[in-house]
């Protein structure tokens, strides 16, 4: 739950009502001013765009619904109701837009609820539960009404994009699946952020 650490740092080094939260293997690519940026929380304290899914694996939207209700549900609150797989959203917080009040909100219930986690029934079906998961739990089951969904540009990936790269992202997240970037991705990124390689 490192991630968190890093939220919670950040809360605590600056007085911003908004904040632009990005995975350590994610970069923008193309520039966004202040009021854009601000535009992504007009409405909602957090914005993340839908993870809906995983090539490698053929998965989908409804692949994610049943991995959520089987471990992370399960392993967070084996009481809580899911979702019904239509309204579920599995979003991907490599970026996060978010107001400084929902974050912080969101942390305070993490911190709550984590000692009450069942990190080993996750592990019992191979998951290693992560911020995501928490994520998820306090999006789709208890504050669905705190996120908004932005498009694909503000999180492209090749692990759940097809035709990557494409032209008119703003974020290209070389997601390693929760290890830290390995020097080839270090580069790629390097070669994104100055728009090298056609931005990849």
């Given amino acids: 739950m490192t991630k968190l650490e890093a939220w919670r740092f950040c809360l605590s080094r600056t007085a911003t009502d908004v904040l632009i939260l990005l995975d350590a293997d994610a970069v923008f690519v193309r520039s966004a001013d202040s009021l854009e940026l601000a535009g992504l929380v007009a409405e909602r304290d957090l914005a993340m765009v839908e993870q809906t899914r995983l090539l490698q694996m053929g998965w989908r939207r409804l692949d994610y619904w049943r991995h959520y209700c089987r471990t992370s549900l399960t392993a967070i609150d084996a009481h809580a109701k899911p979702p019904s797989a239509d309204r579920f959203r599995f979003f991907n917080s490599g970026f996060m837009a978010c107001r400084r009040k929902g974050l912080g909100e969101f942390l305070e219930w993490a911190d709550?609820?984590?000692?009450?986690?069942?990190?080993?029934?996750?592990?019992?079906?191979?998951?290693?539960?992560?911020?995501?998961?928490?994520?998820?739990?306090?999006t789709n089951n208890l504050h669905p009404e705190y996120a908004s969904t932005l498009d694909w540009s503000w999180n492209h990936c090749p692990h759940w994009d097809t035709g990557f790269p494409r032209s008119g992202a703003r974020v290209v997240h070389f997601s390693n699946f929760y290890r830290a970037p390995t020097p080839e991705v270090i580069e790629r990124m390097r070669s994104a952020g100055t728009g090298g390689s056609n931005g990849v």
Avoid at 115 to 132: K, S, Y
């Fill in 112 to 138: 709550g609820v984590l000692p009450r986690v069942d990190f080993n029934r996750a592990a019992q079906r191979g998951a290693a539960l992560t911020d995501q998961d928490l994520v998820q739990f306090w």
